[in-house]
């Protein structure tokens, strides 16, 4: 049961190159979750899915898009990557989206743009 | 609207003596609390949650945290510090989605 799994862990691009953060979960679990964490100002949530098949933005959405592949996959995709967005991303799961429902975090991705 | 404000961004503590960790919290209606731990390069691991059952919450690895509602607060506490206790803590407020405190990073001295 390896809980939730991300790749890349370290990932350095240039301004304007795309990339795909990649996000799995095992757990069966219904929501998931994107953050960027960056320092003195906790995490803030990009994207979330509250169930598959459903995207919704979160407080910092711009620059980023999503796609809930399926019920254990949701990937983030930057198109035009610029140096703001340079942060650590966490993926996170929850088995229903409610209150009080756990969240269960990813290792994270360090992503440094240039 | 909700939100949450971490007291102190750092905390340092000699080992074998007690941890504070203080946060305070808004909420139009009661809270659902937690606080959650974040080890060096690591992602976040749940330390305890508050769902309005007991006021007085224990978590993992000796750490407890008492909702007050008078105070709106809800500080995390640990009787005897450890090393491996170094790490950032984040107080967080749940209103359906999360909303996180700025961090408090604890230091243990040997």
């Known amino acids: 049961n390896a809980g939730v799994t991300q790749t890349p862990k370290f990932q350095v691009l240039k301004t304007g190159q795309s990339m795909t953060l990649q996000c799995a979960q095992d757990?069966?679990?219904?929501?998931m979750y994107w953050y960027r964490q960056d320092p003195g100002m906790g995490l803030r949530l990009i994207y979330y899915?509250?169930?598959?098949?459903?995207?919704d933005k979160g407080e910092v959405p711009n620059g980023y898009n999503v796609s809930r592949l399926n019920k254990r996959e949701f990937s983030l995709r930057l198109e035009s990557a610029a140096p703001s967005q340079t942060s650590v991303y966490f993926c996170?799961?929850?088995?229903?989206?409610?209150?009080?429902?756990?969240?269960?975090f990813g290792p994270g991705t360090r992503l440094t743009v240039l | 609207a909700q939100s949450v404000t971490q007291l102190d961004s750092h905390v340092s503590v000699s080992e074998g003596t007690p941890v504070l960790l203080r946060c305070n919290y808004s909420?139009?209606?009661?809270?659902?609390l937690f606080w959650y731990v974040q080890h060096p390069n690591k992602g976040l691991q749940l330390l305890l949650k508050y769902t309005s059952a007991a006021t007085l919450v224990k978590g993992i690895n000796g750490f407890e945290a008492e909702f007050k509602k008078s105070e709106t607060s809800f500080h995390l506490t640990k009787p005897s510090a450890h090393m491996s206790d170094a790490a950032e803590y984040f107080c967080?407020?749940?209103?359906?989605?999360?909303?996180f405190g700025q961090g408090t990073e604890l230091s243990v001295k040997p």
């Open positions: 757990m069966n679990h219904n929501s």
């Open positions: 899915s509250a169930s598959e098949g459903t995207t």
């Open positions: 967080v407020v749940s209103g359906g989605k999360l909303i």
């Open positions: 909420s139009s209606y009661s809270p659902s």
């Open positions: 996170a799961s929850s088995k229903t989206g409610g209150i009080p429902d756990t969240q269960y």
